[in-house]
């Protein structure tokens, strides 16, 4: 089976850095991937991790720890139009259909 | 790329109705998937299509819902008999392979479903 922690809620100050946690636990790994998700809006791509080590785009970095079961996701100079939920899902090994098993999302209110 | 197209996005429907959605995928991916997502949850996963075979089908998935891709383009999630239950936002998605995204998964707008 699979299993996807992530905090339910976080806040924090616009400017500040956030770090947003997540643990998983499956029976096989090939990738792990962050989701941004605007309320009443789809799912946004943000990251890809397959690989241990931290992967940086802009403002956001994605880190992997496969022997730990954990990734998370850094947010640099937070926007107000940052707030919204993040969502951590990984994808199974032996899953021949590449789906994704999502987290229920992080919700990250950023407050001037 | 006009990125994957649902329609309708949004749908109130009376109970014991049948609904149907579409789904457009991006248009050289051959992976297609439907999920549904409420409040305060994550996507859960519905159903996979690989170019027109469904391939893979969640226990979420009753015998009420059915999803069809018959020319390996365009999909529809037919819900019939709808139940409050199925109130829910409609995801479909779609992916094609490549060495830089390892078959990153792009999301539809979303139909939401209200059951009435």
């Known amino acids: 089976g699979q299993n996807i922690d992530q905090p339910t809620e976080m806040t924090a100050t616009e400017g500040a850095i956030v770090q947003i946690n997540c643990t998983y636990q499956t029976s096989g790994f090939n990738g792990l991937f962050w989701y941004q998700q605007h309320a009443g809006e789809a799912p946004t791509f943000l990251s890809y991790n397959v690989l241990d080590g931290l992967e940086e785009k802009g403002r956001f970095s994605s880190f992997l720890s496969r022997s730990k079961g954990y990734s998370y996701l850094l947010l640099k100079e937070l926007q107000m139009k940052d707030s919204a939920s993040y969502l951590c899902a990984v994808r199974d090994r032996v899953d021949s259909s590449y789906k994704l098993i999502f987290g229920s999302g992080t919700r990250l209110l950023v407050r001037p | 790329d006009t990125g994957v197209s649902q329609n309708p996005r949004h749908k109130i429907t009376k109970r014991g109705q049948n609904v149907t959605f579409r789904c457009d995928p991006i248009?050289?991916?051959?992976?297609l998937y439907w999920y549904r997502q409420t409040l305060g949850q994550g996507p859960e996963f519905l159903t996979y299509f690989q170019n027109e075979a469904q391939l893979e089908k969640s226990r979420l998935l009753s015998d009420r819902f059915s999803a069809e891709r018959p020319k390996g383009s365009f999909s529809t999630l037919e819900i019939q008999r709808t139940e409050q239950g199925d109130s829910a936002m409609y995801l479909c998605a779609s992916s094609s392979f490549t060495l830089n995204s390892g078959n990153t998964i792009y999301f539809g707008e979303g139909s939401w479903l209200t059951v009435v």
């Open positions: 248009s050289e991916h051959n992976r």
